[in-house]
C-alpha cells in the first residue's frame, strides 16, 4: 500500500503514451444503429478515390467487462456480396466490419462523423468482424468500405449511412475496438484485475496502472524504425515482451483501465512535428482530463509515460511535457 499511496500521491489522472524519439503513427472511426431490418447495399460504385497510407503513431475479472465486449447484433446491416457493416449497437459506441469476398488485396475502412473528420482504418480478410469505436459523438455518419485496385487507388466497396444518439459519452471509450484490442482471456486483462484487486477508486487505478506500465515497458527503438503503415497494437504481446512504441504504451494502458471500468480515450496527435499516442482519462471527481497529468503537490502537470520511463528524469523532459501547449489532438479511439 505504500507504493501505491505514493503513486497515488502524484495522482496520475491521465496517462499520455508517446514515442521517444522516433515517429509515431495511424488512425480511428466512429457510428451508431437503429433498430432496423437488415438492408441491402447498393452495388459497388466504379469511381475510385486515393487513400494514403495512415501513419502509425511511435512514440477475477469485473463484471462489467462482460457487458461491454462487442457482438455483431444482426439487427442493423448494410450488406452486399463483398462486405458487411453491422451498425446495429451503434448507440453503444461502436459498429463491426466484416469483408465477404475472397480477394487478397487490402482493404480500408473510412468513417466520417458529425465533424467531418475522416477515420482510417485497415479492414482483415479473414472474414471475421473487425471493431471500431464511434469517437465522434451524436449525429450523422457515413462508413465506406473500400477495395485496393493498384497502388493508392480504392474503388468502393459498400456503404452505410446512419444516425447516433449515444447511450452516454462513455460508450466509444469502455469497449475494446480495432486500436484496443483485448477480450475477457486476455493477459492484459488479467494482469490489470490482479494489479488493482478490489480498489474502486479510479485515481488509484490509474496511478497503480501507469506506474506498472512504466516500469515495465521499455521504449522499442528497432520497432519504431522500421514499422510500417497499418501497425496495430497487440496488448499481450506488448506486455508480455516488455517492449513498445508509444501507440503501444497508449493501448496496453487503455485496456487494462477499460477492463477497470475507467472510461479512456486512445489519443493520436502530435507533438511538435512528432506523431504520438497518448491517453486522456475520466473520473467523477475530475471529469475528463484532457491530457495526461499527475499532481506533483503544488501543481498540476502534464505527464508523458514513455518519456517518463526512457528518459532518466531529465529535468529538459520534464520542462517539455508540463507543456500542454506541445501537444496537438488529432483523433480519439
Known sequence: MKKVMKV??????????IGVFAGCNQKGTEQEGAAEQPQMAEQPQKNLID??????????????????????????????????????????????????????KALKVLIVGPSANTYTYSLNLNGEYDVYPLSDGNGGYTV???????????ATVN????????????????????????????????????LIGDIDDPLEKIALVFDYVTENLTYDEELAANVKSGYLPDVDAVLAGGRGICFDYAAVMTAMLRSQDVPTKLVVGYTGEVYHAWINIYSDETGWIGSVVYFD???????DPTFYSTAGGSENVKKYIGDGSNYTAKYLY
Open 144 to 154: 465506406t468500405v473500400y477495395e485496393n485496385v493498384e497502388g493508392t487507388k480504392y
Open 297 to 303: 503537490g503544488e501543481s498540476w502537470k502534464l505527464m
Open 51 to 104: 487513400i494514403a497510407q495512415e501513419m502509425v503513431p511511435l512514440a477475477s475479472l469485473p463484471p462489467a467487462i462482460f457487458d461491454t465486449m462487442p457482438v455483431p447484433s444482426g439487427v442493423a446491416v448494410s450488406a452486399n456480396e463483398k462486405a458487411a457493416v453491422d451498425y446495429s449497437n451503434a448507440r453503444d459506441g461502436y459498429i463491426m466490419v466484416k469483408y465477404l469476398g475472397n480477394s487478397d
Open 8 to 17: 497515488t500521491a502524484l495522482v496520475m489522472l491521465l496517462l499520455m503514451v
Open 159 to 194: 456503404t452505410a449511412k446512419f444516425d447516433v444518439t449515444l447511450t452516454n459519452e462513455f460508450a466509444p471509450f469502455i469497449r475494446p475496438n480495432q486500436f484496443v484490442n483485448y477480450n475477457t482471456n486476455s493477459k492484459t486483462v488479467a494482469t490489470a484485475a490482479e
